[in-house]
C-alpha cells in the first residue's frame, strides 16, 4: 500500500532557531500534501495544502513566513519552522494524497517538536 | 466549509463487547469518509473508508455504515480487544475535488481487560 515516510520523529531546539521536517511519499507520486498540527488531546488542525511545483495555500491564521513549506517535487514536501519558539511546540503530521488512484490520504508517522 | 461532528469524545467498553462511534457532517458535496486510529505518538492509520455510492462496509471485527439522507456515518467494532485501545477519527472530504479532509474531534477509546 501507499507509504508516507516523515522525519524526523522528533526534535529538540532553541528558541530561534529553525527545524525542517521531510514529507517523502515512497511509492506514490504525490501531487497534493497536507501538513497538519495537533496539539495533545486535540484533533488535527490543518496548516496547509501544498500542490507539486506551486505555492502552498495556508489556512486562515496559519503565518506563511513562520511555517514555510516547499513542494518541489512529486514525492516530497518539507515543513519548515522558523524562527521557532516554545508555542510551536506541537506534534506535526504530513498527508499526501495520490489523486491517480482512489487511495484516500495517507499519513506520515508524524513529528514531535519541542522548543526549549 | 465542511463541518464534522463526533461522538463520543471517550468510550470506554468491556473486552469482547461493541464500541460504536458516530459522526455528522454538514457539507453534501461530501463523499469520501475514512476512519483514523491514532496511537499515542503516532500518526493516524486508516482502518476502513466508505465513500457515498456505499451504505455499509465491512472488514472483519471492523465496519462502517453511513446514511446520506441524515449525513452521518459509524464506526462499529466488534469483539473489542485491549490492543483496540486508542483515539479513532472520522473525516470527511470530497474527493472530486481533491478537497482536504475534515476530522472530527476524536474519540478516545479504551478497551477494559
Redesign the interface.
Known amino acids: 500500500g501507499a507509504v508516507v515516510s516523515q522525519h524526523p520523529s522528533w526534535v529538540i531546539c532553541k528558541s530561534g532557531t529553525s527545524v525542517k521536517i521531510e514529507c517523502r511519499s515512497l511509492d506514490f507520486q504525490a501531487t497534493t500534501m497536507f501538513w497538519y498540527r495537533q496539539f495533545p488531546k486535540q484533533s488535527l488542525m490543518l496548516m496547509a495544502t501544498s500542490n507539486e511545483g506551486s505555492k502552498a495555500t495556508y489556512e486562515q491564521g496559519v503565518e506563511k513566513d513562520k511555517f514555510l513549506i516547499n513542494h518541489a517535487s512529486l514525492t516530497l514536501s518539507t515543513l519548515t519552522v522558523t524562527s521557532a519558539h516554545p508555542e510551536d511546540s506541537s506534534f506535526y503530521i504530513c498527508s499526501a494524497r495520490d489523486s491517480s488512484v482512489k487511495h484516500g490520504y495517507t499519513f506520515g508517522s508524524g513529528t514531535r517538536l519541542t522548543v526549549v | 466549509g465542511e463541518n464534522v461532528e463526533q461522538h463520543p469524545s471517550t468510550l470506554s467498553v468491556q473486552e469482547g463487547d461493541s464500541a460504536v462511534i458516530k459522526c455528522t457532517y454538514s457539507d453534501s458535496a461530501s463523499n469520501?469518509f475514512?476512519w483514523?486510529k491514532q496511537e499515542l505518538?503516532?500518526?493516524?492509520?486508516?482502518i476502513i473508508?466508505i465513500?457515498s455510492n456505499v451504505g455499509e462496509k465491512k472488514d472483519q471485527r471492523i465496519a462502517v455504515t453511513l446514511n446520506k439522507t441524515a449525513k452521518h456515518f459509524s464506526l462499529h467494532i466488534t469483539e473489542t480487544q485491549p490492543e483496540d485501545s486508542a483515539v479513532y477519527?472520522c473525516a470527511a472530504?470530497n474527493?472530486g475535488s481533491?478537497r482536504?479532509?475534515t476530522?472530527?474531534?476524536?474519540t478516545?477509546l479504551t478497551v477494559l481487560p
Not at chain 2, 41 to 46: A, D, E, M, S
Open positions: 469520501y475514512p483514523y505518538g503516532k500518526g493516524p492509520q486508516l473508508d465513500r477519527f472530504s474527493e481533491a482536504q479532509l476530522f472530527g474531534s476524536g478516545q
